[in-house]
């Protein structure tokens, strides 16, 4: 009842208290204002809101007993209840103890819900007045975000800060390999602000790139070191492909997920689309990387090994999860390739709908083979949605199934 005065438009004295019409629409009662029945009002209905969006509003009673007050919906009764929360602007007015809030559920969902076919009576019929903030209420309305602030929760459950869009390798369908291609690293006083903010909003958990490459920005480990001490939990990918130093290694044992891109467990094609990546380079950071979790008594990181699956890779899906299963991977992303612009004088990829009928079907058959197969080892292993469908549209289109 409290609330319903002073937080909902900043007056010091309940909203019931100021100006506002008191016509029930479509209720056989038509009346300008509540009856002068006794010399205090008979009470409000006042804000609809709060946990559960309710109704609340207070009411005297007209003599000693709690007043019971009969609530209607387009004339119908809906619901009784007894006027039985204290309300310290009540009190303040000087009639009676305070005790005179009340709190009802709406009638039905609030996206439906009609103030002005809304009610509240007396047990002898004296109609309760209804505010200008009651009658005034709709449903939220997220048609438009215009006027919605997207930051209100005051909490935010994952967050990608990119260190740098720059990258040390141009794989040949990463945009980052197209000529117009620009990368800048974050500035350090953005960064900070950023982690302060997302500390204060208990973030759940942060992803420390987007695009670019994390582990190519000087000084990278240090910084996870001082996100990871104040105990936030970080995520990476990683293109893993330069060696890390025995100090960059200890700041990865401190990233709780680890998703290495690796679209081929083949060196030689792994090479040619990721150009300059040694798969050796790869494994060796993996192996280095769970050797200094265990050195420092971290829990060992959980490897996630992601792949772009295209023309260059499919033929081979089976064995890569084979491969990966092998060394203990058991979580794999397999993405959907985004075509870009071919890159001059590279070996270029293309979406795995332009295999030829055999393969398209074999990598169909593969997909659902390496799902049965992650599933069979008590892995995880999520297939890009665009990555599925496009592959049975192709089949259908071809009429391949
Ligand atoms: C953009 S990279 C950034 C992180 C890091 N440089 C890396 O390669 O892991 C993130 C992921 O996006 C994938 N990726 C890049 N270009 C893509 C594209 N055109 N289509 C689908 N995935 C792509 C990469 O293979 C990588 O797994
Ligand atoms: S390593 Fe990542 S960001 Fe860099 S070119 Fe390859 S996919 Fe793009």
Known sequence: MAQSSVTMEGASVPS???????EPSGLTAVRLKPPARASRPDGWIDWVGGAGECVHGWAFSPDEAPALISFFYYGELY?????DEYSH????TGIGTGVAGFTVPLPCPSNQFDPRFFAARHRD???????VNFLGWRPANFSSIANFDLLSSPFTSSAYLEFTSRCNLRCVYCAVSQPTYVGQDIEASVLDEAIRVLQTRKVDHIQVNAHGETTMVPDWHRQ??????VGLDLRIITNFARLLSPEELAAMARIRRICVSIDTHRPEVLRKIRRNVSLGNILINMANTATKAAELNLPCPEFIWNCVVTDKVASDFLDYLRFGITLGVKTFFVANLTKHEDVAGADNVKHVTTLPDAELKQFAQMLDEGCRLVDGIGGYIEVEAGLTDTVQQELDARGLR
Do not use: K, Q, Y
């Not at 019931?16 to 008191?22: C, D, E, G, I, V």
């Not at 619901?79 to 006027?83: E, L, M, Y």
């Not at 996870?224 to 001490?229: Q, R, S």
């Open 79 to 83: 619901c009784t209840a007894f006027v």
């Open 125 to 131: 019929g004296t109609l309760l007045s209804r505010s």
């Open 89 to 92: 602007d009540v009190e303040a």
């Open 16 to 22: 019931a208290f100021r100006p506002a019409s008191n």
């Open 224 to 229: 996870i070191n001082a996100l990871a001490a």
